[in-house]
């Protein structure tokens, strides 16, 4: 019998942050391209089990539930109003008997996990260059828990280069060891679906440029609004979709600012907000596009750019760092903070020819669950 290596992960389905929640489902799924000997069993931590059914329907057969809610009588809930910490304990106490080898992405607000082995994950250090798209307290939150880490003997897992360089930079005295991972995405099956029923579904007219991400500020929604401007006035009609959540909690009016922008520049026939929709749509329109475009002021790693590598879809990406680490072939980079740069590349993008040859992403999934497998060990 196999004794499959049991990790505990903490997860919670979120719409509010996708990117988060496609993370986990990622790595989860790239564990099915492990042989089966090597495939450790996974155990999702949530106060929910809808979360774990979410990571179930990965197809991955190893995945289990582990609740922290825990149930009290009278006579516990009195004690719980006289001693706090009674709680921390009684949770402590069930953890310990799961004995799970290690607990991904592990963070110290959740000391009641008695697993000595906790890896921590964090995804970017954008507060640090842009702290105006945050509230102070986020800033300090985020900060205060980059500090515990940095200071702690810890693991800690970053997805680039440009992440590794960004810590050492900030916290030049850390104690981590440090492991870069690159994550993958494993895509459902979304190349059945019809493509033009679903430009009917959402009204799409003629080719289209595409643009998926979450409607955040540090997202640089504008730079692609204020291209599409450019082109109109040149002579040339793009037709331009934006898909994803129409809410960020840190500038709750930004997407309308955005719509009202659009519509005073005369932009409604050349810009679509098709907002949040459902995955397998996604994927399709992205693969169907003319290119996707991802203006972002920061990433970690960006799921835009892995689920355009995966469908050999060529990309016009913002030339940030992390973007340039992540993305080499059919993709050209340019200015965020530069439409007319955007505006050119554009042009120029609808006279090459793309080279949409196949390549073995596969590699790169299995890569992801090696390289992860390593840094928990």
């Known amino acids: 019998m196999i004794k499959r290596k049991k990790i505990g992960i903490l997860f919670s389905h979120n719409e509010n942050w996708i990117g988060g929640s496609y993370y986990i489902l990622n790595l989860v799924s790239s564990f099915l391209s492990l042989d089966d000997k090597e495939r450790p069993e996974v155990v999702i931590i949530s106060w929910k089990p809808e979360d774990a059914e979410v990571v179930k329907n990965t197809g991955y057969p190893y995945v289990s539930f582990l609740s922290l809610y825990i149930p009290y009588n009278f ?115 979304y190349n059945k679906l019809d493509v033009e029923n679903l430009k009917k579904k959402y009204n799409i007219q003629g080719n289209y440029y595409i643009s998926p991400n979450q409607f955040w500020k540090h997202k640089n929604h504008k730079v692609v609004v204020d291209a599409i401007k450019i082109l109109k006035e040149s002579g040339h009609k793009i037709l331009l979709i934006f898909t994803g959540k129409e809410y960020d909690f840190r500038h709750p009016a930004y997407t309308d600012e955005l719509k009202n922008y659009v ?69 050209v980079f340019f200015d965020p903070l530069n439409p007319v740069d955007l505006a050119d590349k554009i042009i120029k993008q609808q006279q090459m020819e793309i080279d949409n040859s196949y390549n073995n992403y596969s590699t790169n999934i299995k890569k992801f669950a090696k390289d992860f497998l390593r840094a928990i060990e």
């Open 75 to 189: 006579f516990e809930k009195v004690l719980f109003r006289l001693f706090p910490n009674f709680t921390k304990k009684n949770i402590k106490k069930k953890f310990s008997k799961k004995q799970l080898d290690v607990v991904f992405p592990a963070s110290f607000n959740e000391k009641f996990i008695n697993i000595p082995n906790k890896v921590f994950w964090i995804p970017d250090f954008q507060e640090h260059y842009y702290p105006d798209f945050f509230d102070v307290d986020e800033v300090k939150k985020r900060k205060t828990g980059q500090l515990q880490i940095a200071s702690s003997n810890s693991k800690l897992v970053l997805s680039s280069n440009a992440a590794k360089k960004d810590f050492e930079k900030f916290y030049p005295k850390n104690k981590c060891k440090t492991y870069v991972v690159n994550f993958a995405v494993t895509h459902p099956t």
């Open 263 to 331: 519509q005073q520049n005369n932009l409604s026939e050349q810009i679509m907000f098709l907002g949040f929709i459902d995955r397998l749509d996604q994927l399709q329109l992205m693969n169907n596009a003319e290119a996707v475009i991802q203006p972002s002021l920061f990433e970690g790693w960006s799921t835009v750019v892995e689920d355009s590598k995966a469908m050999n879809q060529y990309i016009i990406a913002s030339n940030i760092d992390v973007h340039m680490e992540q993305s080499k072939e059919n993709c």
